[in-house]
């Protein structure tokens, strides 16, 4: 079993940050269904597992008639369009709720569904700069940097849009009703920051780059070594300072280690011992130590690495696991399956009408939605 098994998305979206959360639910058991129209960009295949994928111009009266169809038999609704596109197509909420007042839909954008910036385009680094983590990132004195998309699409947007839909469909079991989640980017980056905030411009979060956990503490942050390499060190805790202390092997006291005072000093002599040898050499002797340092491995190194490869074998670049374990829940991988199944969806939910064109080769590979624009 897995603990969404039954429980049928619809998914009209194409970017990041709608993919991976429906991926995830399909990961939980959950049948996505992937609603395209025509031409436009492709799905992204490393989130596209566990869905199948249908063609369908929601401009038409077959079209819109199949889509009210299967609304009529779904539990979730997931769209990223900017606020009102939906409602213009005549497919916005109201509408839908009409149709089943059982529906979770959810919508989710960048900058959420009211405010000045609503309808502005943005991506990851836009939300991420809204909401002041950006700003935290990166270097003293320098340039902001980023954590690839991450932040923002996938954890301020795909994880909450998840929290938010099996909220939603934990209290339709009480209820017996659907509701509207407005899930926004932003707010999500928002509600991440909220240790971070209290501590900005406090010695704990002086400035970007400067900081307890910001890269300015000798005790957390990397390293270069001989190789070229990198290590990690992430030694806050008294405990664990000592333990690096010796495992560097110095003799002296160590020193208070939350003494900004001695943070310089500390950092250039670090510096220095970490430059003596190799990363895996370093990796090694620190091995069962319990001083918080780790290998800095690139994605390659990262799906080798035998933490990984043991809780997870069919870990590739191409793969990740289903996470986290349940212990009475399957966590076999779905399969992946990009083909266009159209009729083959539509008839199972008895919505099939010769009105409805299939691609001209029925095994082509879905072309993702072109309508609306963003």
Same mark, same amino acid.
């Given at each position: 079993?897995?603990?969404?098994?039954?429980?049928?998305?619809?998914?009209?979206?194409?970017?990041a940050p709608g993919p991976y959360c429906t991926m995830l639910l399909a990961d939980l058991g959950a049948e996505i269904v992937v609603v395209g129209g025509g031409a436009g960009s492709l799905p992204i295949p490393a989130l596209a597992r566990g869905k199948r994928f249908i063609t369908l111009d929601l401009k038409s009266q077959a079209g819109r008639a199949a889509f009210l169809g299967l609304v009529r038999q779904f539990d979730v609704l997931i769209e990223g369009y900017r606020p009102g596109v939906m409602t213009r197509l005549g497919l916005g909420w109201e509408t839908l709720e009409a149709v089943n007042s059982r529906l979770v839909y959810c919508a989710l954008t960048g900058y959420g569904q009211s405010g000045p910036l609503a309808q502005e385009a943005g991506h990851d680094i836009n939300y991420a700069a809204l909401s002041g983590a950006l700003a935290t990132f990166g270097p003293a004195n320098d340039t902001p940097s980023f954590p690839l998309n991450l932040?923002?699409?996938?954890?301020?947007?795909?994880?909450?849009?998840?929290? @938010?839909?099996?909220?939603?469909?934990?209290?339709?079991?009480?209820?017996?009703? @659907?509701? #509207?989640?407005?899930?926004?980017?932003?707010?999500?980056?928002?509600?991440?920051?909220?240790?971070? #905030?209290?501590?900005?411009?406090?010695p704990v979060l002086q400035a970007r780059g400067d900081g307890l956990v910001a890269g300015s503490a000798p005790y957390y942050r990397c390293y270069r070594c001989a190789d070229g390499g990198f290590i %990690?060190?992430?030694?806050?805790?008294?405990?664990?300072?000592?333990?690096?202390?010796? @495992?560097?092997? #110095?003799?002296?006291v160590p020193p208070n280690h939350l003494d900004r005072a001695t943070w310089p000093g500390m950092t250039e002599r670090f510096a220095a011992t970490f430059a003596t040898r190799s990363r895996d050499a370093w990796a090694a002797a620190f091995t069962g130590r319990d001083a918080c340092v780790s290998p800095v491995l690139?994605?390659?190194?990262?799906?080798? *690495?035998?933490?990984?490869?043991?809780?997870?074998?069919?870990?590739?670049? *191409?793969?990740?696991?289903v996470v986290p374990g349940l212990s009475a829940a399957s966590s076999s991988i779905p399969a992946t399956d990009l083909a266009d199944r159209t009729r083959e969806v539509l008839d199972v939910f008895g919505l099939?009408?010769?009105?409805?064109?299939?691609? %001209?080769d029925a095994a082509s590979h879905i072309t993702g939605l072109a309508w609306p624009p963003l």
């Open positions: 079993m897995r603990p969404l098994d039954g429980v049928r998305v619809l998914d009209l979206t194409r970017l932040l923002a699409d996938f954890a301020g947007g795909s994880l909450f849009a998840t929290i @938010g839909i099996l909220s939603a469909l934990h209290m339709r079991g009480a209820t017996g009703r @659907g509701q #509207y989640i407005d899930a926004a980017m932003v707010d999500g980056c928002i509600s991440m920051m909220a240790m971070h #905030y209290p501590d900005w411009g406090r %990690a060190v992430g030694a806050l805790e008294r405990r664990f300072f000592e333990n690096l202390w010796a @495992g560097l092997g #110095y003799t002296d690139d994605p390659d190194e990262a799906q080798a *690495h035998p933490q990984n490869q043991q809780r997870h074998p069919g870990f590739t670049r *191409h793969q990740v696991p099939w009408s010769e009105d409805i064109q299939p691609p %001209a």
